[in-house]
């Protein structure tokens, strides 16, 4: 594609966010590079019925770069042993499992919307992909709660979104997220 750059050759740091599936669900490694305020995505792997060991080696490769500093994976069903692997090989500090409730869905989706407001995120254009960011769907419970949802296709179940919601939010300063690093 001509929106990827080589990874060995970025300047800034790359982030990294998975949205893990397997037979129903797309896998999808969603790397940005943060230059300033905005987010480039770099690249976008993605795996449509792989191996796990397939989709571990497409993560590790990513993950052996000393430009990632950060991914964030999605821990919810499939992605628990995928990610806990991840953090053995790797480290807590620079993989960290999600797990995906209503509330971090929540965390996870506004910050989406407000970068492409603020304009500080850069995507390619691909059909598949705006497809899946306007696939997802906010919804009010009858009990008052929100959740997101996405119908469920050929094209996924709104992979790529989660992936790059993810991405942002391993781009996220530390700082910010109110945890001191030592």
Not at 36 to 43: E, K, S
Not at 122 to 146: F, V
Request: aromatic share 8%; with cysteine; net charge positive.
């Amino acid at each position: 594609e001509a929106w990827e750059t080589d990874l060995q050759d970025a300047k800034g740091k790359l982030f990294v966010g998975v949205d893990v599936g397997r037979e129903h669900d797309l896998t999808v490694l969603w790397v940005v590079e943060k230059l300033g305020d905005v987010a480039y995505t770099r690249r976008i792997v993605t795996m449509r019925k792989e191996t796990f060991d397939a989709q571990e080696h497409a993560l590790y490769e990513l993950l052996k770069l000393p430009q990632v500093r950060r991914c964030c994976i999605d821990q919810s069903g499939l992605g628990r042993q995928f990610a806990e692997r991840a953090q053995q090989r790797f480290g807590k500090y620079k993989v960290e499992a999600v797990n995906f409730s209503g509330p971090v869905k929540e965390e996870l989706a506004y910050p989406v919307r407000a970068a492409f407001e603020d304009r500080s995120v850069r995507i390619p254009c691909d059909p598949a992909i705006r497809s899946d960011l306007r696939a997802i769907k906010k919804e009010t419970t009858t009990s008052g709660n929100i959740r997101f949802t996405a119908d469920r296709g050929a094209n996924g179940h709104s992979d790529r979104f989660w992936a790059l919601a993810l991405a942002l939010h391993a781009a996220k300063n530390k700082v910010e997220m109110g945890v001191l690093l030592g």
